[in-house]
């Protein structure tokens, strides 16, 4: 007797329906699966006879053929363990063939009978067409952000059964409850860094790369903390599509409802190439960039990561997708983040001056080629984070900044003011979302996205901002992509300040300065009379 089950099966992100066909004949006890399934299919018969047994039911002792349509489809993972399940019950006489026919199924099973949830669920129930879908009673709350009608649940292989002949009824769905959003780390906690704070908002602004070169205990990782609150809320469509990654990759969703807020990925710098790419065995899975698309990827002690898994970041950055190949199959993950980095300006963790630094020139040096050139090129902000100020460390919250054992406040720096420490994530949030508004008036997400075809269009320099811009090239410390890059920076610093018209020498100037040239260099500024106008641009604009 023969017996057709509609499920689904997961390649990369996406999932795609599949036919679960069961053939029940005379001959010898035996159990065969074909349709190209990966080592997690065949073993579905183990836990299928288990399951079935253990839930009360005759397994056939006759020759079990399963067939998994379409068969030029790599089919993996235990989601099929439960169609399979149902498939040979029916094949064998035990339920009847059209309780099944208009309901797809999707779920794991426990040698005792109970179904277990399975990693992308949620592209999984999004590709199957039948009217109803049966999970285990677990992933129904990440189901319901793909699918409101139709939606079943069961906690067990023996009262699914019962359910669908009608002797119990199905559990109820529970309603959705309201998503608490996370906790958002307050950038008011950090204390004298008005430089940093300031490329901070530009990244947000803009989706702009962003590295922080500096000593230890700065406060890069808590400045590259806060970023993620200064960031817009996803739309549906996006949330939908993070949601869907994070599905397949196996990552927790929040039951009932999408989470808005954009994701923060912070992977340990000993994460190999696969854990940060994508790929792997038969089954294709998202890696850390994918995991972090539309939202911040962050790398903390940039310097120790592997060479030739940084530089397996140089096409993502440009494209915004990573194909992973291998023999089987070709898989694309959507992978358009934001990158922000952090790392030490030598091994010893000072700041890389001669008179702090223990380390020897060589030893510097190898250190910094640890990031190669090609990648530096791609951050569009790279700046210096120096030691803050004792008095800005050591103020009271809301009020001035003073120095320790004096009444007073503390001489303020130019163009450090000490309230610029202080001011809370919702300030600058609110002035991200001005600067985005006006790049969606252009029709773009943000300016980093805005193509090189249309920047002379959409972003026009004025004369004296065309020169510098010309006279960085032909000097060499702008290369074709930096000059497209620090342009796209210049507007986001244009937006910010609500200007309209050409982009100003001083847009471009704060532009070249944030892109911090001679960092990757030496670890010190440049200091020539060029940069003198470049310094007084940046003291103007952080104050």
């Given at each position: 007797?023969?017996?057709?089950?509609?499920?689904?099966?997961?390649?990369?992100?996406?999932?795609?329906?599949?036919?679960?066909?069961?053939?029940?004949?005379?001959?010898?006890?035996?159990?065969?699966?074909?349709?190209?399934?990966?080592?997690?299919?065949?073993?579905?018969?183990?836990?299928?006879?288990?399951?079935?047994?253990?839930?009360?039911?005759?397994?056939?002792?006759?020759?079990?053929?399963?067939?998994?349509?379409?068969?030029?489809?790599?089919?993996?993972?235990?989601?099929?363990?439960?169609?399979?399940?149902?498939?040979?019950?029916?094949?064998?006489?035990?339920?009847?063939?059209?309780?099944?026919?208009?309901?797809?199924?999707?779920?794991?099973?426990?040698?005792?009978?109970?179904?277990?949830?399975?990693?992308?669920?949620?592209?999984?129930?999004?590709?199957?067409?039948?009217?109803?879908?049966?999970?285990?009673?677990?992933?129904?709350?990440?189901?319901?952000?793909?699918?409101?009608?139709?939606?079943?649940?069961?906690?067990?292989?023996?009262?699914?059964?019962?359910?669908?002949?009608?002797?119990?009824?199905?559990?109820?769905?529970?309603?959705?409850?309201?998503?608490?959003?996370?906790?958002?780390?307050?950038?008011?906690?950090?204390?004298?860094?008005?430089?940093?704070?300031?490329?901070?908002?530009?990244?947000?602004?803009?989706?702009?790369?962003?590295?922080?070169?500096?000593?230890?205990?700065?406060?890069?990782?808590?400045?590259?903390?806060?970023?993620?609150?200064?960031?817009?809320?996803?739309?549906?469509?996006?949330?939908?599509?993070?949601?869907?990654?994070?599905?397949?990759?196996?990552?927790?969703?929040?039951?009932?409802a999408l989470s808005l807020r954009p994701p923060f990925r912070a992977p340990h710098h000993g994460a190999s190439a696969v854990a940060l790419i994508g790929g792997g065995g038969a089954r294709l899975r998202p890696g850390e960039v994918s995991c972090a698309h539309r939202g911040v990827l962050f790398l903390d002690e940039l310097a120790e990561f592997a060479p030739h898994v940084l530089d397996h970041l140089r096409q993502p950055l440009e494209e915004g997708r990573v194909v992973v190949c291998r023999a089987a199959a070709a898989v694309a993950f959507p992978a358009r983040f934001l990158l922000v980095a952090a790392m030490n300006a030598c091994r010893c963790g000072s700041d890389g001056s001669p008179g702090s630094c223990r380390c020897s020139e060589p030893a510097r040096e190898r250190y910094r080629a640890r990031v190669s050139g090609p990648l530096l090129d791609r951050f569009d902000l790279r700046v210096r984070v120096s030691q803050p100020d004792v008095g800005a460390l050591l103020a009271a919250p809301g009020g001035p900044a003073r120095a320790p054992g004096r009444p007073g406040p503390s001489p303020k720096a130019p163009g450090t003011p000490a309230d610029q420490g202080e001011e809370p994530t919702s300030v600058v949030a609110a002035r991200v979302a001005r600067a985005r508004w006006r790049a969606r008036e252009r029709g773009l997400r943000c300016s980093s996205e805005l193509p090189a075809s249309q920047l002379d269009e959409l972003a026009p320099l004025s004369p004296g901002a065309r020169r510098l811009l010309e006279r960085r090239l032909r000097e060499g410390l702008l290369s074709a992509r930096g000059l497209h890059r620090a342009w796209r920076v210049a507007l986001t610093v244009a937006d910010l300040a609500g200007h309209d018209g050409p982009l100003s020498e001083e847009h471009v100037l704060l532009s070249l300065a944030l892109r911090g040239e001679g960092i990757a260099d030496d670890g010190s500024a440049r200091s020539s009379s060029r940069d003198d106008a470049q310094s007084l641009a940046v003291a103007s604009w952080v104050s």
């Open positions: 007797m023969l017996a057709t089950v509609a499920s689904a099966t997961l390649v990369g992100v996406d999932g795609y329906p599949v036919a679960v066909e069961v053939h029940v004949a005379n001959g010898l006890p035996g159990f065969r699966v074909v349709g190209l399934p990966d080592a997690s299919c065949r073993e579905a018969r183990d836990r299928a006879r288990a399951a079935v047994v253990s839930s009360g039911f005759r397994w056939p002792q006759r020759r079990v053929t399963v067939n998994l349509a379409p068969s030029g489809l790599r089919k993996g993972g235990p989601g099929l363990d439960l169609p399979i399940a149902l498939g040979v019950l029916a094949a064998d006489g035990q339920l009847e063939p059209e309780l099944l026919r208009g309901r797809a199924f999707v779920g794991e099973l426990g040698l005792d009978g109970t179904l277990r949830p399975v990693a992308g669920t949620l592209p999984l129930v999004a590709a199957v067409a039948e009217p109803e879908v049966v999970v285990p009673a677990s992933s129904l709350g990440e189901a319901r952000l793909v699918r409101r009608e139709g939606l079943r649940g069961a906690a067990r292989l023996r009262s699914l059964v019962e359910a669908l002949q009608g002797r119990a009824a199905w559990p109820e769905v529970p309603a959705a409850g309201p998503q608490d959003q996370p906790a958002v780390a307050d950038l008011a906690d950090v204390r004298g860094q008005p430089l940093a704070r300031r490329a901070l908002e530009v990244a947000a602004a803009g989706a702009h790369h962003l590295l922080l070169v500096g000593p230890a205990g700065a406060g890069k990782t808590m400045l590259a903390t806060r970023l993620p609150g200064l960031l817009p809320d996803l739309t549906p469509t996006e949330a939908i599509e993070v949601a869907r990654i994070h599905s397949a990759a196996g990552l927790e969703l929040p039951g009932g």
